[in-house]
T-cell receptor, first 111, second 111 residues
């Protein structure tokens, strides 16, 4: 059973616009991470937010975490065509190393 | 340079055959993971290992086996009991509950 569910499943925007994707999970967690995957390749780590943090920034990325709602959002500002990829959230349940991934959001940025 | 290496990149399995996917890391990471990804889908956890000589089943372990005899190595065997093995297989490692570092993946197909 996948712990994370993401929405939307697919998102298409124009270059320069902001992209927001959401992740929901089911159990208490140590941290939540976001990853990016270009077609047919391995995943690349983007950002990690711990359960006691509410917001984190890294370059054009902004992540929020609401543990009361068991949800997180990833905002990519001023998107570029090169941001076209699939984005996944991953969570690990407290006391385990078991990382479970969400279903992913396929982002397409049109030039 | 430290990293995680998966081989082969492409693998073909005949019916009734067991095949083994290799995953090696030189990052001194304690934890290692195997995920399966079907086209257009998220990642599903097959097995994970927190320390040498110990591993746990993930959500879809049936038809797969692993070993962790060395810290650097976590091979995955897809057995003949796995009736639908065609997928993209990703190996990852981490230090504790920090970010996962992924290999470039193995595409397994059935002849």
């Amino acid at each position: 059973s996948q712990q994370g569910e993401e929405d939307p499943q697919a998102l298409s925007i124009q270059e320069g616009e902001n992209a927001t994707m959401n992740c929901s999970y089911k159990t208490s967690i140590n941290n939540l991470q976001w990853y990016r995957q270009n077609s047919g390749r391995g995943l690349v780590h983007l950002i990690l937010i711990r359960s006691n943090e509410r917001e984190k920034h890294s370059g054009r990325l902004r992540v929020t975490l609401d543990t009361s709602k068991k949800s997180s959002s990833l905002l990519i500002t001023a998107s570029r065509a090169a941001d076209t990829a699939s984005y996944f959230c991953a969570t690990d349940a407290i006391g385990t190393y078991k990382y479970i991934f969400g279903t992913g959001t396929r982002l397409k940025v049109l030039a | 340079d430290g990293g995680i290496t998966q081989s082969p990149k492409y693998l073909f399995r005949k019916e009734g055959q067991n095949v083994t996917l290799s995953c090696e890391q030189n990052l001194n990471h304690d934890a290692m993971y195997w995920y399966r990804q079907d086209p257009g889908q998220g990642l599903r956890l097959i097995y994970y290992s927190q320390i040498v000589n110990d591993f746990q089943k993930g959500d879809i372990a049936e038809g797969y086996s692993v070993s962790r005899e060395k810290k650097e190595s976590f091979p995955l065997t897809v057995t003949s009991a796995q009736k639908n093995p065609t997928a993209f297989y990703l190996c990852a490692s981490s230090r504790g509950t920090e970010k996962l570092l992924f290999g470039s993946g193995t595409q397994l197909s059935v002849l």
